[in-house]
């Protein structure tokens, strides 16, 4: 079996930011005063993107396969790297059909989730007063820094599909040059749309009441965040989110 070596939590994100422009990514979180909680993180790829990505990686290996023989997601890998963190638990690991992972995890810090990678700027809770405050910031500089960690084989595979990090390529001339490198998977609409429809969900409920939310919404004692995977990819500057609540 051809295997795309994915073993990083970051790592998935970064994944599927890149490698599956076409996906959805759902990570929810539950979030106590202290830091503490359980997150569980779904990615759905399109299969579309399963076909291309096996093409690649048969074109990068000099191995033949197809679609049914790819495996993207390492999960004993995965299992064996969640165990090496500090404070985190696997509670749930599940790779569902070809292109379909579930990662449910328990940890004692958020702010150390991303501390292997060097990004824990993307995620950050602070104490102010009474208040606790919730930082997600997003941008070029943290994807660097995941795909630091990549193995070889998929660090070179983002690297291709990557835009340049200067900012150079908008939005639109990067919907453009995927579309162009995934037609031949499906008619042109239906890969446009796919593209379009590319975002990672980000739900996070706190243990209190919710005081204040930039960036997103209120849903249900939860704040939902929704980014579009191809406006990520083409920030020229961070974007932050943030969530304030009171135990």
Do not use: K
């Amino acid at each position: 079996m051809l295997r795309l070596r994915v073993s990083s939590v970051g790592l998935i994100l970064l994944i599927a930011l890149v490698l599956l422009a076409g996906c959805a990514v759902r990570e929810e979180i539950t979030l106590e005063p202290d830091g503490s909680g359980e997150a569980t993180l779904t990615v759905d790829l399109h299969p579309i993107l399963v076909a291309y990505v096996s093409d690649l990686a048969s074109a990068m290996s000099g191995v033949e396969a197809d679609a049914a023989e790819l495996a993207l997601f390492d999960v004993a890998q995965i299992t064996a790297e969640i165990d090496e963190r500090p404070g985190m638990e696997l509670v749930r690991a599940e790779q569902r059909g070809r292109g379909g992972l579930t990662l449910v995890t328990r940890f004692t810090d958020i702010n150390a989730i991303f501390a292997r990678e060097g990004a824990q700027d993307v995620l950050r809770l602070e104490r102010r007063g009474d208040e606790r405050v919730l930082t997600m910031t997003l941008g070029r500089d943290a994807v660097a820094r995941f795909l630091e960690y990549a193995p070889d084989e998929s660090a070179t595979m983002i690297e291709l599909l990557f835009p340049p990090p200067d900012g150079s390529v908008t939005r639109e001339e990067y919907r453009e040059e995927l579309a162009w490198a995934l037609e031949e998977y499906d008619r042109r609409a239906a890969v446009e749309r796919a593209l379009d429809e590319a975002r990672i969900e980000v739900v996070v409920t706190p243990r209190g009441r919710i005081v204040s939310q930039r960036g997103g919404e209120v849903v249900d004692g939860s704040v939902r965040f929704t980014i579009p995977v191809l406006e990520l990819l083409t920030l020229r500057e961070e974007r932050v989110y943030s969530l304030v609540f009171v135990p």
